[in-house]
């Protein structure tokens, strides 16, 4: 497995990572520690999950974060551990937002669900424009010198608001964002614009979240079939198996068989070809996928394959 840093800092991470919004909801202990142990096997060691994720199930908000530390336990210190904090954990105003009362709330929260006493990357899931940036950063800053946190990290912010977290963490003497958890991959690309150039100018490393595109980028997905995988039940599943985005999965995958490949190898190898990017954050229902997923990530593109797929 190859290792990678994470932005302009001194955090390793294996190339490939585990999302984790699955585990608590969609995955019985069993399983997930299936997926887990697999994922350790192969030499991943990058977890990402959230606070958040299991709402909406009937174990709930949290149950993502417990069960990972449930199965964590004992050998905590082979993972690095990346969560998050920042969306709505419930229907109150209060368990919410970027603010130093639910940074610190929070950070306590996910600690005891995750039996550790430190978050490796702790994670601003989405921006929150009504806390000033300095209280956020302030906040964050104080669970590192508290060794709670060891790094600090951003999600789905605009390109200006992470130019403004950077130049405020200098300004101020505070602990600097290291990475950009963001929507990308090979049919998702809009953060080329603005996002990635801000990224490598303030020394950002991307996280790119839904990197299969929730399965479809698998390619077991077909027009008019009826697939299994979690992408039916999704209520993004209309959008995402659209007939422009079959037309577009075609030639993508035409281009992967050409050259003696899949397009779950392309998926990885096109993300993991850039090197601004950090682990590759997919989730998996079982150790066949974990397994297949690492053995796709290998595929490095050259300059002329980046330049080939970008017009597809
Ligand atoms: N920061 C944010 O706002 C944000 C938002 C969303 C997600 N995330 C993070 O990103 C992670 C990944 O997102 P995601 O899981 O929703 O999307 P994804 O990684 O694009 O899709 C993963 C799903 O595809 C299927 N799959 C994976 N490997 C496969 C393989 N080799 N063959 C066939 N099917 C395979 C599995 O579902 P089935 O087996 O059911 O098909 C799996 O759960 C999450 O766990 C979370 O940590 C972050």
């Known amino acids: 497995m190859e290792s990678r840093r994470l932005g302009r800092s001194g955090l390793t991470v294996s190339a490939v990572g585990l999302g984790t919004n699955n585990f608590g909801g969609r995955l019985n202990d069993e399983a997930a520690r299936h997926v887990l142990n697999e994922a350790l096997e192969q030499g991943v060691n990058f977890i990402d999950t959230a606070d958040v994720y299991g709402r909406g199930s009937t174990a709930g908000a949290g149950s993502s974060e417990e069960q990972l530390g449930r199965l964590m336990a004992g050998r905590r210190n082979r993972f690095i ?13 209060l368990e919410r937002g970027a603010s130093r009362r639910w940074i610190t709330t929070s950070a306590e929260n996910s600690l005891r669900r995750l039996r550790t006493d430190y978050i490796d990357l702790y994670q601003v899931h989405t921006a929150d424009p009504e806390t000033p940036i300095e209280e956020t950063l302030g906040a964050l800053d104080d669970l590192v010198r508290a060794g709670k946190v060891r790094y600090v990290g951003v999600s ?25 958890q963001m929507h990308y991959n090979l049919l998702v690309r809009g953060i080329q614009a ?31 079939g009826n697939g299994h995988g979690r992408l039916v039940e ?36 096109w993300l993991l070809s850039q090197s601004i990017v950090g682990p590759v954050i997919a989730s998996a229902s079982s150790p066949e996928q974990v397994r297949a997923n690492v053995v796709a990530s290998t595929w490095r593109l050259s300059p002329d394959e980046m330049a080939a797929v970008a017009t597809l």
């Open 234 to 269: 999704s209520p993004r599943a209309g959008e995402i198996m659209s007939p422009p985005n079959f037309d577009r999965l075609g030639a993508l995958e035409a281009f992967a068989v050409e050259r003696g490949h899949t397009i779950l190898d392309l998926a990885f190898g």
């Open 81 to 93: 551990v990346a969560t998050k904090f920042g969306v709505p954990m419930g229907d109150s105003d």
């Open 194 to 224: 603005e996002v990635i150039p801000a990224c490598e100018a303030h020394g950002l490393g991307i996280i790119p979240y839904f990197p299969l595109e929730s399965g479809f980028l698998t390619g077991k997905y077909k027009p008019g």
């Open 156 to 180: 789905n912010y605009a390109a200006w608001q992470m130019a403004d977290a950077v130049w405020t963490a200098r300004t101020e003497h505070l602990a600097r964002p290291i990475s950009a």
